[in-house]
T-cell receptor, first 112, second 117 residues
Framework: GENVEQHPSTLSVQEGDSAVIKCTYS??????FPWYKQELGKGPQLIID?????GEKKDQRIAVTLNKTAKHFSLHITETQPEDSAVYFC???????????FGKGNQVVVIP | GAVVSQHPSWVICKSGTSVKIECRSL??????MFWYRQFPKQSLMLMAT?????????EQGVEKDKFLINHASLTLSTLTVTSAHPEDSSFYIC?????????????FGPGTRLTVL
């Protein structure tokens, strides 16, 4: 099955700086890659997703890039704010397959 | 749009009792809902996939007789933890896929914190 790995496990950034989280996946058939933000005690919230037919997607301060050849995708957060502090999970799935394979999560800490 | 609710948000029960958790899609219809379990500082573990009108599909190692799943309508799935034990204490989260958009996107509920004494 699909195996998704996330790096780094913890990331601390100064407020205003950018944060980048990278995920790698193993199954070249995977074609859907969502990113979720989870705050303490809450459910994961979808913040952005990308499909394999595009290489980059942006939504305000958040962007995701996909490199199908290298089988990795990254989340970019620019102009970080304290409210960006959370655990971020990447995931991958194959179209038509209901199951999402999740990474282990990254704890992002934005230092004011 | 794409709001998923769970009830209750937290529950404390005695060992040996059963607890039912509800998952509702509030503004869309969901033929498929998912149940996850999450332990502290860990990732989400898929327990089962729930399809409206049919039996749930359980992941390997998840006891179907202990975690009863019912998906009676396009907007409601329930998870019942039977004969709960302290090791069942966890954060249970459901997610749902939107029937109308037919995408791979899963929208998650806020989670239910279960504590078994």
């Amino acid at each position: 099955g699909e195996n998704v790995e996330q790096h780094p496990s913890t990331l601390s950034v100064q407020e205003g700086d950018s944060a980048v989280i990278k995920c790698t996946y193993s199954d070249s058939a995977s074609n859907y890659f969502p990113w979720y933000k989870q705050e303490l005690g809450k459910g994961p919230q979808l913040i952005i997703d990308i499909r394999s037919n595009v290489g980059e997607k942006k939504d305000q301060r958040i962007a995701v890039t996909l490199n199908k050849t290298a089988k990795h995708f990254s989340l970019h957060i620019t102009e970080t704010q304290p409210e960006d502090s959370a655990v971020y999970f990447c995931a991958a799935s194959i179209r038509g397959n209901n199951r999402l394979a999740f990474g282990k999560g990254n704890q992002v800490v934005v230092i004011p | 749009g794409a709001v998923v609710s769970q009830h209750p948000s937290w529950v404390i029960c005695k060992s040996g009792t059963s607890v039912k958790i509800e998952c509702r899609s509030l503004d869309f219809q969901a033929t498929t809902m998912f149940w996850y379990r999450q332990f502290p500082k860990q990732s989400l573990m898929l327990m089962a996939t729930s399809n409206e009108g049919s039996k749930a599909t359980y992941e390997q190692g998840v006891e179907k007789d202990k975690f009863l799943i019912n998906h009676a309508s396009l907007t409601l799935s329930t998870l019942t933890v039977t004969s709960a034990h302290p090791e069942d204490s966890s954060f249970y989260i459901c997610s749902a896929k939107n029937l109308q958009t037919s995408t791979d996107t899963q929208y998650f509920g806020p989670g239910t914190r279960l504590t078994v004494l």
